[in-house]
């Protein structure tokens, strides 16, 4: 069995002292490859230099993240889409509009996303969007851009039933899920109900949202086990069929090789 880490920042500072060795378990456990979307300008290099380093198994994205897009945020965008050119990404991340740690932004939030999505389209590359209470926002934004051939993830989903039936209306989005779909009286565990298991990617957002048992600890890859097991019972499959289902999914969605 295998699985792809479909959302991951390994490169932050938190793996600083085990970078090597958290990587090692990772492919030890059954993970083929790991996915890292961008964040800003601060996070370039060191994402840069984990897919120098290890450039068969993590693959990058390019995007700037909407808690990083201020008043000002022109010269970041300006220097990440320069970016674009100078190697091969996997898909356009993470981007999209987060209105739950602060409003005051918004109109640059949705000017930057809207921009980022018009990147993906030129560059037929998917989205990884990160979406935290703005989900009409960013559904606003998609239909505004318009154009069919746009396609991605919705990152940690975290909406309700009625957002899963926008998003099915979409056609070519996914979802991504986390290790809190492990977590008591996840309102994720409902969610699941209503979608599909072609619709779903399984991702860690690593060091962050570690599953039982290893809530409250910096998550990485291997943990994405507990994600699928709880998945699989969910849906009442076996870990062999969920394994193998979502990790079709996410090389059909990346194309990474």
Request: with cysteine; hydrophobic share 40%.
């Amino acid at each position: 069995m295998r699985l792809i880490d479909s959302h991951s920042h390994i490169y932050l500072e938190e793996f600083d002292t085990d970078r090597s060795q958290v990587i090692q378990t990772a492919k030890q456990s059954g993970i083929s490859a790991v996915l890292l979307p961008n964040v800003d300008v601060t996070t370039l290099d060191p994402l840069f230099r984990i897919c120098d380093q290890y450039p068969d198994f993590v693959f990058p994205m390019m995007g700037l993240h909407p808690t990083s897009v201020n008043g000002s945020y022109a010269s970041q965008l300006n220097r990440i889409e320069k970016m674009l050119t100078s190697r091969n990404y996997c898909g356009i991340g993470e981007i999209g509009i987060d209105l739950f740690w602060s409003q005051q932004h918004i109109k640059e939030q949705k000017e930057v996303f809207e921009e980022q999505l018009r990147w993906s389209i030129r560059m037929q590359l998917p989205v990884s969007i990160h979406t935290r209470n703005a989900f009409p926002e960013v559904f606003d934004s998609i239909y505004k851009v318009g154009d069919p051939s746009l396609k991605g993830v919705f990152h940690c989903f975290s909406g309700t039933v009625t957002d899963l039936e926008e998003i099915k209306r979409l056609a070519n989005f996914k979802i991504g899920i986390d290790g809190n779909i492990t977590y008591k009286k996840s309102p994720l565990v409902e969610i699941l109900q209503y979608t599909p298991l072609e619709m779903i990617l399984l991702e860690t957002d690593a060091p962050y949202l570690a599953p039982v048992p290893y809530r409250g600890k910096r998550n990485e890859p291997a943990n994405l086990w507990e994600t699928a097991r709880k998945t699989a019972e969910i849906f009442q499959l076996s870990l062999e069929e969920v394994a193998h289902q979502t990790w079709k999914n996410t090389m059909e969605m990346f194309q990474i090789l």
